[in-house]
Structures are given as C-alpha cells and as structure tokens.
Nanobody
C-alpha cells in the first residue's frame, strides 16, 4: 500500500522560505508522478506543482511561478516543494499526492493517494 507523509510546514514571516518534504512508501516501481496541492480555509484545493516519475519534468502553478520549485529523490522515496519568498496568500494546508501514472498532471481527480497535509502559515 502506498503511503505519503508530508512534513516541513510551519509559521514564517513574509519573504521567508520553507521546504516541504513528502515521504512516500511502497514498492518503488509503483511510485509515479507526484503532485502538490494546497487548501486555504473556505477555498477549494488547488494545484501548486507537479513532478513526473523521473523528476525531469515539472510544472508549477502561475501563482507560485518563480518562487516555488519541486524536485524528488527516488532513491530516498522523497519529493520536495521548495517555497521561497512566501506571501500571506500562500497560507494553507499543503498536500502531496500520487498519480498511478508517470506523467505529471494538474487534474486533481487523477491522483489516487494523498498525504495528511502540513500547515503553512505566512504572516505579513
């Protein structure tokens, strides 16, 4: 069974950085594309970034482009979301999720396993 566990969230000031980690467990051959999503109170869960199974293809949402990047280390079963120059509007619970396919996608319905989420709070 595939499990994903996020960590690295916290409370920071605007302009600071955080790195979120996603530990995924399970048979490595089943590990496919990883996506990062976030959900702020009262809002729908939104796509933040995605990375393909090999790590060579990535995409980030327009709202975080130039500030957030994602990468992975399959040897360690880890994926990361590096968040720089954080803004108050980045405050949300951040989730990592897995697709059953190697290609990344923004489509939330294509992800079949989710972590429990980690809170990121950015104050001005």
């Amino acid at each position: 069974q595939i499990q994903l566990v996020e960590s690295g969230g916290g409370a920071v000031q605007a302009g600071e950085s955080l790195r979120l980690s996603c530990q995924f467990s399970g048979i490595p051959s089943q590990i496919k594309a990883i996506g990062w999503y976030r959900q702020a109170p009262g809002k729908q869960r939104e796509f933040v970034a995605g990375i393909g199974s090999r790590g060579s293809d990535t995409v980030v949402a327009t709202s975080v482009k130039g500030r957030f990047t994602t990468f992975r280390d399959n040897a360690k079963n880890m994926a990361y979301l590096q968040m720089n120059n954080l803004k108050p509007e980045d405050t949300a619970v951040y989730y990592c999720a897995k697709r059953p396919y190697g290609r990344l996608s923004r489509a939330i319905g294509s992800y079949d396993s989710w972590g429990q989420g980690t809170q990121v709070t950015v104050s001005s």
